[in-house]
């Protein structure tokens, strides 16, 4: 395998300055748990094995349960996901993969129900910024696990 650049290293005012965007948007209305969910399940549909390792490894940190991790690939069909936490899902999915016409007034309706207008935007940056982070380590091949000392994901005791 052909080694890839180390993009944070190269460009680190644009990694320092994205990252601070990403951090920032933890303020915002959208809980902790709904955006670690939203975060693996882009990764997941984006191939990101970087960013799908540590956001699982957030998640447990911040308490999320293991079935649940285990059920989000396939979140319609489980009982273990909240009205709220799907219309995220929702949301996260149709962005992650715009469909020809974009957004569909339906899917739009359905998670209005569930978030408000100030949630939703919130969380459509949420959608933007982890689908940034999937294509720039997917890019370069990012090695899952690379990081965890460093960013304190070794205390999810996952290996």
């Not at 975060?39 to 293991?66: P, T, W, Y």
């Not at 020809?100 to 939703?120: M, N």
């Amino acid at each position: 395998m052909t080694q890839r650049i180390d993009y944070m290293q190269l460009s680190p005012e644009f990694f320092k300055k994205y990252l601070d965007f990403s951090t920032e948007l933890a303020k915002g209305t959208i809980e902790q748990s709904i955006a670690d969910l939203v975060h693996i399940r882009a990764s997941q549909m984006n191939g990101c094995g970087f960013c799908l390792d540590m956001h699982v490894k957030e998640a447990r940190i911040h308490g999320e349960r293991e079935l649940r991790l285990h059920h989000l690939a396939a979140w319609r069909e489980s009982n273990l996901f909240v009205p709220r936490e799907r219309a995220a899902l929702a949301w996260t999915e149709v962005l992650t993969r715009l469909p020809e016409g974009g957004v569909p007034d339906e899917i739009y309706e359905r998670v209005r129900t569930q978030l408000s207008e100030k949630e939703l935007s919130d969380l459509t940056y949420i959608v933007m910024a982890i689908n940034g982070w999937n294509r720039a380590n997917v890019a370069f091949k990012t090695v899952p696990g690379a990081y965890d000392k460093a960013w304190g994901l070794d205390k999810a005791e996952l290996s």
